[in-house]
């Protein structure tokens, strides 16, 4: 059981179609992870929901955006993280 909110590097990194990103939550709360494109625009939501506590981990299925650097934002109460993937078709 994880004992602080946590973000993994998402893997493989780069990546082609898809990739998994990981998590880690000391206690049950909402959580939130969207992609972003370069831009900063949001692409997709992948998990806006109440989540319990533990190692968590999401697929993100990107085969319908094109190749390039996107971002993930995770948010679980006030913490607040952001990385960098690269998709290679």
């Known amino acids: 059981m994880p004992n602080q909110l ?3 590097q998402n893997y493989p ?4 179609s898809s ?7 000391a206690e049950a709360g ?3 992870i969207a992609i972003y494109d370069l831009l900063g625009r949001r692409v997709e939501t992948l998990i806006d929901e109440e989540i ?3 190692r968590h ?3 993100w299925h990107a085969s319908g955006y094109s190749s390039g650097v996107y971002f993930y ?3 679980a109460g006030d913490f607040t993280d952001t990385k960098r993937m690269m998709y290679l078709k």
Do not use: H, W
């Not at 990739?19 to 939550?25: A, K, R, S």
């Open 13 to 16: 990194n780069p990546f082609n």
């Open 57 to 59: 981990q999401v697929m």
């Open 6 to 8: 946590s973000l993994e």
């Open 73 to 75: 934002r995770f948010e």
């Open 19 to 25: 990739t998994t990103i990981e998590y880690g939550l």
């Open 52 to 54: 319990q506590a533990g």
């Open 30 to 32: 909402r959580v939130r």
